[in-house]
């Protein structure tokens, strides 16, 4: 496939081997994207933003998407739905009761959760709750082929902690700038020790809260490492600022895996990215 090719929309109807293929669908509150390939990588790409509309909720815009493009309920070889929302909280295994989320989530959440999900996977020995809009999650169990349900922290953290054992600091940070939103991961001699997401910060506001949670973990402004990633452009002036305070700042480079997709890709939010590839 050449770089530039990918799957046009009017080829999603003539399936007749969905089983072969993965779909990721990725649900904000302002939209959803989504991604459907090949499991051999490099084979039928095709990647696609859809904004809702404002003046309904989020459980209908999903009925809405699923209504328009009817494809998404075929019965892939796998199905991932990825929530994007800041509620979200780990909880070490050995504290994790499925008949406790609610109470475990809202021990260190102001706002209670409403209802409550898990990540589909374990997260550094960690169950990952997060909180979701119930009804839009019981329309897509009804209407999605087995689909598993992740938080995109829950990726981002694995992925980084993959980083870490590499890392040549003891301890390293990682910045995750998307949707509005700023996702920061610290990381200390291969232990997660913070996880926290922040959103609506003014620069100056956001500057000081990571610089906090430096110096709460405890780390060396010469000596240890910030990583960036993500897709919003106004983080330059973000980092401007730690520059002046932390040594070793360094771009988190895309997954070499990007140069046999299409160039679209490279917008895509990276806990999408790093699910499908």
């Known amino acids: 496939m050449d770089k530039n090719d990918i799957m046009t929309l009017p080829d999603l109807n003539k399936f007749t081997n969905p089983e072969e293929y993965t779909l990721s669908v990725r649900i904000k509150n302002d939209g959803l994207d989504y991604v459907l390939h090949k499991q051999e990588l490099g084979k039928d790409y095709f990647y696609n933003k859809i904004i809702f509309q404002k003046d309904i909720t989020l459980a209908e815009n999903i009925q809405k998407v699923l209504f328009e493009n009817n494809f998404m309920t075929y019965g892939f070889g796998r199905t991932n739905v990825i929530f994007a929302s800041v509620g979200y909280e780990l909880v070490p295994d050995f504290l994790f009761d499925k008949n406790d989320m609610g109470k475990l989530y809202d021990l260190t959440h102001l706002e209670k959760g409403g209802f409550i999900v898990r990540h589909c996977q374990e997260v550094l020995n960690n169950a990952l709750l997060f909180n979701a809009d119930e009804e839009t999650y019981h329309f897509l169990v009804r209407s999605l082929f087995n689909p598993m349900f992740h938080h995109y922290a829950g990726i981002l953290v ?52 990571i610089l906090n949670i430096w110096e709460k973990s405890r780390m060396d402004q010469i000596s240890d490492q910030l990583f960036v990633s993500g897709t919003d452009e106004n983080f330059v002036p973000i980092i401007n600022d730690l520059r002046k305070y932390v040594k070793n700042i360094e771009p988190l480079g895309l997954p070499s895996e990007v140069q046999f997709l299409p160039n679209n890709v490279q917008t895509m939010p990276l806990d999408l990215l790093l699910l499908s590839i």
């Open 158 to 209: 694995q992925k980084f902690a993959e980083k870490a054992r590499t890392a040549r600091s003891a301890s390293q940070m990682y910045l995750n700038f998307h949707d509005g939103m700023i996702d920061v991961f610290c990381f200390s001699h291969f232990n997660l020790v913070h996880a926290l997401t922040f959103s609506n910060l003014q620069a100056t506001d956001t500057v000081y809260s």
